[in-house]
């Protein structure tokens, strides 16, 4: 009986440990749709991102949704979003509702709105929307 609950926390233990690891670590950044689109599938359970996150294409026109965030509650440090040609709204970022420190928005030549972040509730410093052509819709 003994072997077997001391089996029984090993198992709890290692198990626990490997779920605790939802989000990934440390500082992030996509440059394509692709990486955005995998990101729900990698981490299913990731809701709450600690490090600044940063989107960026890499190709013009590359970045067209973030839809592959869709579980994300918050950002913990900084959220930039810039230079995206293609990218229109934020849909994907509806269960958004804090970024920790700062957000920006950036560059991006096709954003016309920021549906998306309707529930967004809370920016810890700053924000900075700049140079976004078809921005018409704050």
């Given at each position: 009986?003994?072997a077997s609950?001391?089996?029984l926390f090993?198992?709890?233990?290692?198990?626990?440990?490997?779920?605790?690891?939802d989000?990934?670590?440390?500082d992030?950044?996509?440059?394509?749709q692709?990486?955005?689109d995998?990101?729900?599938?990698i981490?299913?359970?990731?809701?709450?991102?600690a490090?600044?996150?940063?989107?960026?294409?890499?190709?013009?026109?590359?970045?067209?949704?973030?839809?592959g965030?869709?579980?994300?509650?918050?950002?913990?440090?900084?959220?930039?979003?810039?230079?995206?040609?293609?990218?229109?709204?934020f849909?994907?970022l509806?269960?958004?509702?804090?970024?920790?420190?700062?957000?920006?928005?950036?560059?991006?030549?096709?954003?016309?709105?920021?549906?998306?972040?309707?529930?967004?509730?809370?920016i810890g410093?700053?924000?900075?929307?700049?140079?976004n052509?078809?921005?018409?819709?704050?």
């Amino acid at each position: 009986m003994k072997a077997s609950v001391l089996t029984l926390f090993f198992f709890l233990l290692f198990t626990n440990i490997s779920i605790g690891q939802d989000c990934p670590t440390g500082d992030l950044e996509f440059t394509s749709q692709a990486e955005i689109d995998s990101f729900s599938i990698i981490y299913p359970n990731c809701t709450d991102i600690a490090g600044n996150v940063t989107i960026k294409e890499s190709e013009p026109g590359t970045i067209t949704n973030l839809l592959g965030f869709e579980n994300i509650t918050s950002f913990g440090l900084s959220f930039t979003i810039e230079d995206n040609e293609m990218l229109t709204d934020f849909s994907g970022l509806e269960n958004l509702t804090s970024i920790g420190i700062s957000f920006s928005i950036k560059d991006n030549d096709m954003l016309m709105n920021l549906l998306g972040l309707n529930n967004l509730t809370s920016i810890g410093n700053s924000l900075l929307i700049e140079d976004n052509d078809m921005l018409m819709d704050f």
